[in-house]
């Protein structure tokens, strides 16, 4: 089945201490992005990815970062959460980033920094 | 830049009723059109698309015209239910100079009621 995959779905952490959402996809899609979703404010990008080795910063990068070794794989590192990093989570997936490409979305990770 | 606007919810109709949700653009490209749809607990899922101006996107009875006069895409659906409650994300992909701008507007809450 084709899928966009994250781990993990909930993760409750202190300030401070370094973490990485996983995410993964099987449909050997070019583009790959995180986006965080908030309360009023719907999807902000942070990162995205148009190849292995290619990535840029969105609209909210602070605080992240981001690496594409390989095709499949793009994980989030915060290295020092903050409790402004609450939030809820997306990890997106399309064949080209070319512009009408639709997004395939993980199912989100709901992310608690205390 | 680039950004959209899409009426603020959150929306509450009976069954069988007539849907509207707005949605504005304002774009320095010829963009792409999307909405999303997010269910409880769930990423957001492809809904309906358009590329070029006067194309009408359609799926599962909701229809959007890409109207590049009045920069709008506007959401309808002549007769909702229940399983249509969720959070409609209207979006813009943009891409220029070699690089994706996606755009998404903050999202509606529907809620239909039996």
């Known amino acids: 089945e084709a899928q966009v995959t994250q781990n993990p779905r909930y993760l409750i952490t202190v300030t401070g201490k370094k973490l990485t959402v996983t995410c993964s996809q099987n449909m050997n899609h070019e583009y790959m992005s995180w986006y965080r979703q908030d309360p009023g404010l719907g999807l902000r990008q942070i990162y995205y990815?148009?190849?292995?080795?290619?990535?840029d910063k969105g609209d909210v990068p602070e605080g992240y970062k981001v690496s594409r070794k390989e095709k499949r794989n793009f994980p989030l590192i915060l290295e020092s959460p903050s409790p402004n990093q609450t939030s809820l989570y997306f990890c997106?997936?399309?064949?080209?980033?070319?512009?009408?490409?639709?997004?395939?979305f993980g199912n989100g990770t709901r992310l608690t920094v205390t | 830049g680039d950004s959209v606007t899409q009426m603020e919810g959150p929306v509450t109709l009976s069954e069988e009723a007539f849907l509207t949700i707005n949605c504005t653009y304002t774009a320095t490209g010829y963009p792409s059109l999307f909405w999303y749809v997010q269910y409880p607990g769930e990423g957001l899922q492809l809904l309906l698309k358009?590329?070029?101006?006067?194309d009408k996107g359609s799926n599962k009875g909701f229809e959007a015209t890409y109207r590049k006069e009045t920069t709008s895409f506007h959401l309808e659906k002549g007769s909702v239910q229940v399983s249509d409650s969720a959070v409609y994300f209207c979006a813009l992909s943009d891409f220029q100079g070699g690089s994706e701008k996606l755009v998404f507007g903050k999202g509606t809450k529907l809620t239909v009621n039996p």
């Open positions: 990815s148009m190849n292995v080795e290619v990535t």
């Open positions: 997106a997936s399309s064949p080209r980033g070319r512009g009408n490409s639709p997004l395939h």
């Open positions: 358009a590329t070029k101006a006067d």
